[in-house]
């Protein structure tokens, strides 16, 4: 069990970092694309981002529940599986509040798409693009910390 819990948070937060970051980049090329107009903009940012956070919500979930099969074992340090789980706790905790008080507000801003944006919506998006690059951050570390080498094993002595 400790071990298929290793595999599965090194997959998920790998896979999660690297999603992560493909997505700001395809996502900033597509919004600041200048033949784009800010219809289609508008449009880009209300199809991909729903699928940015359902990605995140599933690897960084399976993170936790993986976690969750390593705190306090014999796997890797407790010291380590603590700081990695208080991380994963960080990132999903930053991920729900970005979504549900920064872009659920933004969404809000630009539905219908191509309508003229509020005066607070370069505050919105500028808190975004902060906090989003902070869980980016927090979790390259998380993954960092978790696909350094397990102790070793220690042998069975007869």
Request: one cysteine or more; hydrophobic letters at 50%.
């Amino acid at each position: 069990m400790q071990s298929t819990s290793l595999v599965l948070i090194r997959f998920c937060l790998s896979a999660w970092v690297g999603a992560a970051v493909i997505f700001v980049i395809t996502g900033v090329q597509d919004v600041t694309y200048q033949p784009f107009d800010s219809l289609t903009r508008d449009q880009l940012i209300s199809l991909h981002f729903p699928v940015y956070y359902t990605m995140a919500w599933i690897l960084l979930g399976g993170t936790f529940l993986g976690c969750l099969g390593i705190r306090n074992k014999e796997l890797i340090s407790p010291g380590r599986a603590n700081l990695i789980f208080c991380l994963v706790v960080i990132i999903l905790g930053m991920s729900l509040v970005d979504y549900i008080w920064i872009y659920s507000p933004l969404e809000t801003m630009i539905t219908p798409p191509g309508n003229p944006r509020p005066a607070n919506f370069r505050v919105y998006h500028q808190a975004s693009k902060y906090v989003n690059s902070i869980n980016i951050l927090l979790s390259l570390i998380a993954a960092v910390l978790i696909n350094l080498p397990v102790k070793p094993q220690r042998p069975i002595e007869s």
